[in-house]
C-alpha cells in the first residue's frame, strides 16, 4: 500500500515527500498495480511528475508510460531529462508523440524533438499532420538557441465545414492558444490546407455562417 499521501498540483514536493512516492510507485510498478501507480502520480503537478519519471529506470519508465495511456499529461515530456524523454517517446509510439506534440507550444515541441535521435523524429514527422510536421522540420533546421528555433509558430486550424459558431466555441474551449494570433488556417478533411480567414472576420459574421464561404483562398500562404 503506498506511504504518501494524494498532493493535488503540488509544484513544490518536498526531496523525502518525492523519496517516499517513488518507492510507492516502484512498487505499484513492480506488482502491475495500475490504479494505485496512476493515483500516486495524477495528483501531481506536471513538473513533479516529469521528476519522477527521470528518476525511473528504463524499465520503470516505459512501464509507467503504458499504464498512464491516454491520461498521459502532455506537459510532462518538456521537462524530461533526455535520456527519460527518449524512453517516453518511445513508449508512446510515433502516431501518439505526434498527437502529444500538437497539443504543445511550438518551442516545446521542438524542444522535445530535439533531445531524439534522427530516426524517432523522422518517425514522428512522418505520423504528423502536414501543417505540425511543416512546422516542427522548419524550426530543426534552425541552429539551436537561435531565434527561429525558439520562436512560437503554433497555427489554430479548422475544418472548412465548420461555421463560425463552431470556431468561435472551439477558440473559447481551448487551453493552448497563441498568446496572440490574427489568422485561422482552414484545412479540407485530410488535413490539407485550403485557405485563411482572419479572426476580425470570424467575430464579425453570424455564428450560422459557413468558414468556407468567408475563407480566403489563399495556397500560396497556407501551403
Same mark, same amino acid.
Given at each position: 500500500m503506498p506511504t504518501t499521501q494524494n498532493n493535488p498540483l503540488s509544484t513544490d514536493e518536498s526531496d523525502a515527500q518525492i523519496a517516499a512516492r517513488l518507492e510507492d510507485l516502484k512498487e505499484a510498478i513492480d506488482i502491475q498495480d495500475v490504479d494505485t501507480a496512476r493515483e500516486l502520480i495524477d495528483a501531481l503537478h506536471y513538473t513533479d511528475k516529469a521528476e519522477l519519471i527521470n528518476l525511473l529506470d528504463v524499465d520503470g519508465r516505459h512501464e509507467l508510460t503504458d499504464m498512464m495511456g491516454e491520461s498521459f499529461d502532455k506537459d510532462i515530456l518538456p521537462e524530461l531529462s533526455h535520456e527519460a524523454a527518449i524512453d517516453v517517446i518511445e513508449t508512446l509510439g510515433p502516431d501518439k508523440s505526434a498527437q502529444v506534440l500538437t497539443q504543445l507550444e511550438m518551442d516545446d515541441a521542438i524542444h522535445v524533438m530535439v533531445e531524439l535521435s534522427q530516426s524517432n523524429q523522422q518517425d514522428i514527422l512522418s505520423a504528423a499532420p502536414a501543417l505540425l510536421r511543416e512546422e516542427l522540420e522548419e524550426g530543426l533546421a534552425y541552429p539551436e538557441h537561435s531565434a527561429g528555433r525558439l520562436m512560437n509558430k503554433r497555427l489554430i486550424c479548422v475544418p472548412e465545414f465548420w461555421t463560425v459558431g463552431d470556431t468561435l466555441d472551439h477558440l473559447r474551449e481551448r487551453a493552448d492558444l497563441p498568446a496572440s494570433f490574427y489568422v485561422i488556417y482552414v =484545412? $479540407? *478533411?485530410?488535413? /490539407? *490546407?485550403?485557405?485563411?480567414? =482572419?479572426? %476580425? #472576420?470570424? =467575430? @464579425? &459574421? #453570424?455564428? +450560422?455562417? &459557413?468558414? %468556407? &464561404?468567408?475563407? +480566403? @483562398? $489563399? *495556397? /500560396? %500562404?497556407?501551403?
Open positions: =484545412t $479540407d *478533411p485530410k488535413f /490539407h *490546407p485550403v485557405g485563411r480567414v =482572419t479572426l %476580425a #472576420k470570424v =467575430t @464579425q &459574421s #453570424k455564428r +450560422e455562417v &459557413s468558414i %468556407a &464561404s468567408i475563407m +480566403e @483562398q $489563399d *495556397p /500560396h %500562404a497556407v501551403a
